[in-house]
């Protein structure tokens, strides 16, 4: 009898550390997750965009599996002619280790902002927005090109049209994405040279630096699946 | 945290409310002001249908436009608004003896731009050419391509622009209540002590978070299709002898995006109002909700596999056949949690003290329309009977009856039994029977003929049937019967409209706890709960929400923040 009704935290005893701990978080009060309700807003708010860009990447390849004109070549598409010779992806390499340094710089401010080096938190934020704007300038330039080649969304010289409909549409959601979060990290670095994270601590630096991190990882899968195909 | 409601002007306590109290009502009131448009749109097509030719303003144009937008705004703007704005903002905090929700700004910004969103779709019916009526499905290539359906100028375009700003209403919507639930819960409650309301909204809200991100795709490229000319959509179309400039697209494309939110939509709607008829049932029938932890478990499994079933509204477009098996087996597994939960609230009943009162009769609505609208859901699963059904009227009844009807129950059982907590008064007893009895009655006999309609093969969004030879001629008799009984129940809506407004002034003061239920919102200090809900103190809670009928108990029930006390003999109540 007393074998049959072990309670569960009987049966517990016996399983790994890591799943013990998550039963105890999950059948707590209170809080589910131990961090601040901006933080796990934010972790919610990016599995809810994941969707929405991994709807967009699924959406882009069912169109380019459909598409009945022949798909064009990216790395003739996004090729940089300098000199005489074509590079291909030139710029857009540059773009994907700017965003991706950006990053880097990121995580510096969040360091420097839990350690309450104001300044330096404010400078790195800065910069990373800088990089950021370098990210979306380089994005201009690239959709400029494109366009006096002859690129429309409804139509292109080089095949499918889903081609430019697809590019325009996702690196255009993208891009939104980065310009945003460029206004946000200005926002937070400018709080943060006023102080007022001083009483209520640095977290918003995080959850701001959260929500970078994305939009640099979703532009992996965007760089893979639209230049290196 | 300390609230000063002192200074709040009429404007910001009222009108720019960051109240979650006050926004459920905002919520609840612009939902059923274009629900009652909705229903207006129905008659229109019961005229029609049940005496074809006799009123000269319906024309087959203005038959898909009234049918589209039929569905639209029952749906999306009147089940999703209500069930998630309405009674999530109302319940998640009261429930959870939190002081509002997580984020009280953005909580109003929420129902802002889902008034907004409200406006663009109203503003549809006075632009050039009227609303679409492309189908609530907004198929392309109908929806589009210029000319093909009526409204596919600005119509179409209004539409999709109004479903865009309700994903992001409805995104900051869910993104609060997910986090309210998980992360601003009162001292003792554990996620396994919240009532089944909080649950079903919680996950229905999460599912919302992950479904409309597939619609927001595919309105955003079917406006593009409509705006600049892309292709998305558009395979090569010949039209009048001329093939079109445009060729490439794939039609199909945007069924799975529409229906991979489609599906999952409909637990958003179900969810909450699953979680709302167990309230009812567990509090009208004396009893402790029978299997708390399967109603939870059976929740989240309707949850995971609602999101791998929607190619089963696809049989006809045509698909690999492994695809459908696959389809049609997870479909039916769905059958399993939803049996589960019936089951349960039978046996909720099951020797229980049942109190027939308005609330009680609109739960038990709920189980048997749930129940019939389920189980015409089985052949509708599978491939092969979904074939020859699929056009045809049986769907009509099936998806009324199980989404439009059932949810309908729960959320009019919701709204009179939460009504005293609300206003502070009771609704007219007399008044809610009548609602219930014509429009429970009314509703099978609108939906019921129409399983019969669909197995005699009439198909369904047809404007006449005049050039069907095949069809029995009493179908036309059934069609007016329906006609007759839509007019009806519509008009019982308007005894329910005056009840709750009549009521909501001059009805008889009601105590904190008219119903003696045992879970906090009414536990509050003042009825209604002031702003910030709880006085000095939030409440403690020690017990789970069922605590009905405890043996040796003095009450019939047990409030979620008595303490356990010595007059329960040791091992008699139930814990969690």
């Keep these: ?229 | 945290m300390s609230h000063h409601d002192h200074h709040q002007s009429f404007w910001t306590r009222y009108i720019f409310s960051q109240d979650h109290k006050v926004i459920a009502i905002q919520y609840t009131v612009t939902a059923l002001f274009i629900g009652l448009v909705g229903l207006v749109l129905s008659w229109l097509m019961r005229l029609q249908l049940g005496f074809p030719g006799e009123f000269r303003f319906l024309n087959p144009g203005s038959y898909y436009q009234i049918l589209t937008q039929h569905g639209m705004i029952m749906i999306v703007y009147l089940l999703t608004a209500i069930l998630l704005g309405g009674f999530g903002n109302y319940l998640i905090p009261l429930m959870i003896g939190a002081r509002d929700m997580a984020f009280p700004f953005l909580n109003m910004l929420s129902y802002w731009v889902y008034l907004l969103s409200v406006i663009v779709l109203v503003a549809a019916f006075f632009v050039p050419g009227g609303p679409t009526g492309a189908g609530w499905t907004l198929y392309p290539p109908l929806s589009a391509l210029p000319n093909a359906a009526p409204g596919s100028g600005w119509g179409i375009k209004l539409m999709l622009v109004s479903l865009v700003i309700f994903i992001a209403s409805a995104t900051m919507g869910g993104l609060n209540y997910v986090t309210t639930v998980l992360q601003c819960r009162t001292k003792g409650m554990t996620l396994m002590r919240m009532p089944l309301s909080v649950w079903g909204i919680f996950i229905g809200a999460a599912m919302a978070l992950l479904a409309f991100p597939a619609l927001f795709v595919g309105g955003v490229m079917l406006l593009l299709d409509n705006l600049l000319g892309t292709s998305f959509f558009i395979p090569a179309v010949t039209l009048f002898g001329q093939q079109l400039p445009r060729e490439g697209g794939n039609p199909l494309l945007f069924q799975h995006l529409f229906w991979y939110f489609g599906h999952p939509e409909v637990y958003v709607v179900i969810l909450p109002a699953m979680g709302i008829a167990s309230e009812l049932i567990a509090t009208h029938s004396r009893k402790p909700i029978f299997g708390y932890k399967a109603m939870v478990i059976a929740m989240a499994a309707i949850a995971v596999i609602g999101f791998l079933v929607w190619a089963h509204h696809m049989f006809v477009s045509g698909m690999n056949p492994y695809f459908g098996f696959f389809f049609a087996v997870s479909t039916l597994i769905i059958a399993i949690p939803s049996a589960v939960k019936v089951y349960n609230w039978l046996l909720t009943l099951w020797r229980g003290k049942i109190q027939f009162n308005t609330p009680m009769l609109f739960g038990i609505g709920w189980i048997s329309t749930f129940i019939i609208g389920g189980l015409t859901g089985l052949p509708l699963g599978n491939v092969i009977a979904d074939v020859p059904l699929h056009d045809t009227y049986f769907v009509v009844g099936h998806f009324h009856l199980v989404m439009g009807v059932a949810a309908l129950m729960a959320i009019f059982g919701g709204i009179y039994h939460w009504f005293p907590k609300v206003t502070g008064r009771m609704f007219n007893e007399t008044l809610g029977k009548l609602h219930f009895w014509v429009t429970f009655v009314g509703a099978y006999m609108i939906f019921f003929p129409m399983f019969l309609l669909g197995i005699l093969g009439v198909p369904r969004r047809y404007f006449d049937f005049e050039a069907l030879q095949y069809l029995p001629t009493q179908t036309a008799g059934l069609n007016i019967v329906i006609t007759i009984a839509a007019l009806i129940v519509g008009a019982a809506q308007v005894v329910f409209l005056v009840n709750l407004i009549w009521s909501a002034v001059r009805g008889r003061r009601a105590e904190s706890n008219p119903w003696h239920a045992t879970t906090l919102e009414w536990q509050t200090p003042t009825t209604p709960p002031p702003h910030g809900n709880w006085g000095a103190e939030t409440p403690t809670v020690y017990r789970w929400a069922y605590d009905y009928s405890v043996p040796g108990a003095e009450r019939d029930f047990i409030p979620q923040n008595v303490p356990a006390t010595p007059t329960v003999p040791a091992g008699t109540a139930r814990t969690v």
């Design chain 1, 1 to 229: 009898m007393a074998q049959q009704t072990r309670s569960l935290e009987d049966r517990a005893q016996t399983w790994p550390r890591w799943l013990r701990d998550l039963v105890a978080d999950w059948s707590s009060d209170q809080q589910t997750f131990k961090v601040n309700w901006g933080k796990a807003m934010m972790w919610i708010f990016i599995v809810s965009d994941m969707f929405v860009f991994g709807s967009f990447l699924s959406a882009y390849a069912a169109a380019r599996l459909s598409a009945t004109l022949p798909w064009p070549d990216p790395a003739k598409v996004f090729a940089l002619h300098i000199g005489e010779s074509e590079v291909p992806l030139l710029l857009i390499a540059i773009m994907t280790f700017v965003l991706i340094s950006s990053s880097g710089t990121m995580a510096i401010a969040v360091k420097y902002g839990y350690e309450r080096h104001r300044a330096k938190a404010a400078l790195f934020l800065t910069l990373t927005a800088l990089l950021g704007l370098t990210f979306v300038g380089m994005q201009a330039f690239e959709w400029t090109k494109l366009i006096r080649e002859g690129f429309r969304p409804w139509a292109n010289p080089m095949g499918a049209p889903q081609f430019g409909s697809s590019f325009f549409m996702i690196t255009g959601f993208h891009g939104l994405h980065v310009t945003a979060g460029v206004i946000y990290l200005a926002t937070i670095a400018s709080q943060v040279l006023r102080g007022a994270y001083e009483k209520i601590g640095y977290q918003r630096v995080e959850i701001a630096g959260l929500y970078w991190h994305f939009v640099d990882l979703v532009w992996v899968f965007i760089f893979a699946f639209f230049y290196l195909f």
